[in-house]
């Protein structure tokens, strides 16, 4: 008689199972570099891809040191093998916070993914000039891009539950701007979105929540239901954010993507004080900040015993 093995863990069921909050959870990016990447991509998407072999050595830790996050991308409907897949679709995305300016997005595309690092240096060297693009080839765009993660070699929980969802929406309205991505941060949260150019983070999606989001977005707003949070703003800043679009939307009250400002005020105790002001009105939020241990792995493939930060909105009061 065969032992059975022990099923195989699985961290966004194990993170849904102990009502972990979705609050306050996403990726700190101010700008991205998504790149479109053909085949399969490995754990480390990037550097175990058809990419891998083009890139110069430290090319990621200066792109990091410029603030800026490299991404895999691919179509849902990836093309047959007899196809040409050197040409590759890049974009570069300069998310902003609420009342500093437009989010914009610039697109190039390339022969090959051995202009990549050239494309890339475009960047870093106009990042003196905050108001000025990239440069040739890059030209701006207005279109707006869904990604979701998919990337099930880094981790499984992505692939599971990111591929029925990118497979869903691929047959909506949104299919030209849908993107499967590599990891974007949040693997227990399966599946991850992330909207651009503004950076908004949504988690444990299904077909119907996801079309929701989208729908608000298109709308100019964003739906508090699975938000994390958006990628400019610090955890606290998105804690509070949340809660006061949680609290208008209870009232029937949905500011614009951009139309909610958030200030910390600071930390006293492990409580922060903040102002958002939304819908013309100043809020005083304040949240409790702590750390929470885990002794599950907060990854398919990490360890256990992790510590998770935590917040909780003590008071919202208008002003």
Not at 66 to 73: A, K, S
Not at 139 to 166: Q, S
Not at 271 to 294: D, G, I, M, N, P
Request: contains cysteine.
């Amino acid at each position: 008689m065969t032992e059975r093995s022990a099923p195989r863990f699985e961290c966004a069921p194990a993170s849904c199972a102990r009502a972990e909050p979705l609050d306050a959870t996403a990726s700190r990016v101010p700008s991205w570099l998504l790149i479109e990447v053909h085949g399969a991509w490995g754990a480390a998407a990037i550097e175990q891809s058809a990419l891998g072999e083009h890139l110069p050595p430290g090319w990621r830790a200066e792109l990091k040191r410029h603030g800026i996050r490299p991404v895999c991308i691919r179509r849902p409907r990836r093309p047959p093998a007899s196809d040409d897949t050197s040409a590759a679709t890049v974009f570069h995305v300069r998310p902003r916070r609420p009342g500093e300016g437009r989010s914009e997005v610039w697109t190039a595309t390339v022969g090959g993914l051995d202009a990549i690092a050239g494309l890339s240096a475009a960047i870093v060297a106009g990042l003196g000039a905050p108001d000025a693009g990239p440069g040739p080839p890059w030209t701006p765009t207005t279109d707006p891009i869904a990604l979701i993660c998919t990337n099930g070699r880094h981790d499984p929980c992505c692939a599971n539950f990111g591929r029925p969802l990118v497979r869903a929406l691929a047959e909506g309205p949104w299919a030209d701007r849908l993107w499967e991505c590599s990891h974007i941060g949040g693997d227990r949260f399966a599946p991850n979105m992330v909207l651009l150019p503004e950076g908004l983070y949504f988690g444990r999606l299904d077909p119907r929540s996801a079309v929701e989001a989208l729908h608000a977005y298109a709308a100019g707003t964003i739906s508090p239901t699975h938000f994390r949070g958006r990628s400019t703003f610090r955890l606290l800043e998105q804690a509070a954010e949340i809660a006061v679009r949680r609290r208008l939307a209870d009232r029937g009250q949905f500011p614009g993507i951009d139309d909610v400002q958030v200030e910390l005020r600071g930390v006293l105790d492990s409580v922060a004080e903040l102002v958002v002001t939304a819908c013309r009105v100043r809020h005083l939020v304040r949240v409790r900040c702590s750390t929470e241990q885990v002794s599950e792995p907060l990854t398919c493939k990490g360890p256990g015993d992790q510590r998770a930060p935590r917040f909780e909105v003590l008071e919202i009061a208008a002003r």
